[in-house]
C-alpha cells in the first residue's frame, strides 16, 4: 500500500510562500498591487518605495515592508 497524502486535508496558504520563488513572480505588478503601493508609500511619506515597472514580486516584497513600517 502507498502512503499518499491529499494536499486538501490541510490548508495551504499562499501567503507563506515567499515571494521570490513564486512562479509568476517576474510578470508585471498586478493593477491591485500598483493602487496599494501607491497608497501605501504616501501614508508612509516614501515616494521611493512606489516606481511603475516593478514585478509581482517585488511589488509585494515593497508592499509588505511598508506595511511593517506602518505597522498594519
Wanted: cysteine-free.
Amino acid at each position: 500500500m502507498t502512503n499518499t497524502t491529499n494536499p486538501k486535508e490541510e490548508p495551504v496558504s499562499n501567503m507563506e510562500k515567499d515571494p521570490d520563488d513564486w512562479v509568476s513572480g517576474d510578470e508585471p505588478m498586478t493593477g491591485a498591487q500598483m493602487s496599494y503601493l501607491k497608497t501605501l508609500s504616501e501614508q508612509a511619506h516614501d515616494d521611493k518605495a512606489f516606481e511603475e515597472g516593478l514585478s509581482k514580486a517585488e511589488a509585494s516584497k515593497r508592499i509588505d515592508a511598508l506595511k511593517q513600517k506602518l505597522k498594519l
